[in-house]
Structures are given as C-alpha cells and as structure tokens.
C-alpha cells in the first residue's frame, strides 16, 4: 500500500473540492474504496459529496443499520457499506459481497474498512480521514494497486 497524497480540508467548501476532484477521477471507471476514520471524522460526509458530483438523485444516508445503501440514478451505481456493527467476525460472512462489489465500472464505498483489512485480496483505494476540528479535516490518499495508484496521482489537490 502506498501513500499518494494528503490534502488538509480547512472547511467544507475543501472538502466539495476533494470530493469533486474524486468523482472526476472515478466517474468512467469506478473504484473500490476504504474509509477509515473515527466517528464523525467525516466518511458519510465525503461518500456524499462524491455521489452528488456523479448526479445520485436518491437521498445519501449512512448505512450503519442496513450495512449497504444502493445509489443507481447517477453515472454509475454507488454501493456504499458501513462494517461498523459487523465488526471482524461479521465482516467474514459478507467478503464474498464485498469482493463482488470490487469489480469495474461500479463505486463502492466501506465505511470502517478496518474490520475487513484481513479479509480483502484485491485491488483498492484507502482514505483515511482525520477530524483536526469542527471544520478542519486531513485526507490521506493510499492505493493498493497500480492502475489505483495512477487514478489517485491524476488528481489535482
């Protein structure tokens, strides 16, 4: 896994920027993606910047109940996993979807991918989102994968 970039939010407006400069990136693509960060550092919050840039018509809420929210209106389907209430043992009976939902042309988003880090073989971009304050965010941009990584370095931030 290798770290490709990190960019300091001091506000929401930074943070749209980010997930803007995300959504372009992954919008032909798609991409399978890990956040990390503790409660309320903001993962629901990017996951739905990201799907308003890519025109998601439907209401993005947290998962934390359902484990997946499904968004197909936009310019492709989003998928969007919280394993929080799974936690290690849980995790290990939904890999197969998980593993499902690593394909292209899709978008899927995990929220509290540490639970699942032993568990995934394949290819994957890690966000790692750290609260400063009420406003202020850090980002760190990591990719396991080249073709990840290549999609993570055309970002402007």
Do not use: Q
Request: charged share 30%.
């Amino acid at each position: 896994m290798e770290k490709i970039f990190t960019f300091t939010a001091d506000n929401l407006d930074d943070t749209n920027f980010i997930a803007l400069e995300f959504a372009k990136a992954v919008e032909k693509s798609g991409a399978f993606v890990c956040l990390y960060g503790d409660i309320g550092a903001g993962k629901t919050a990017f996951t739905k910047l990201v799907a308003s840039h890519l025109d998601v018509k439907e209401k993005v809420t947290s998962p934390s109940f359902v484990i997946i929210n499904e968004y197909l209106s936009g310019k492709l389907p989003i998928y969007h996993f919280d394993l929080y209430r799974l936690e290690n043992e849980g995790v290990k009976t939904i890999i197969d979807e998980l593993t499902e939902y690593s394909r292209p042309n899709v978008l899927t988003f995990v929220e509290w991918a540490e639970f699942s880090d032993f568990e995934l073989p394949f290819n994957r971009i890690k966000i790692r989102i750290e609260y400063i304050d009420d406003t202020k965010r850090k980002f760190d941009f990591y990719a396991v994968g080249d073709e990840y990584k290549k999609l993570l370095e055309g970002i402007k931030h």
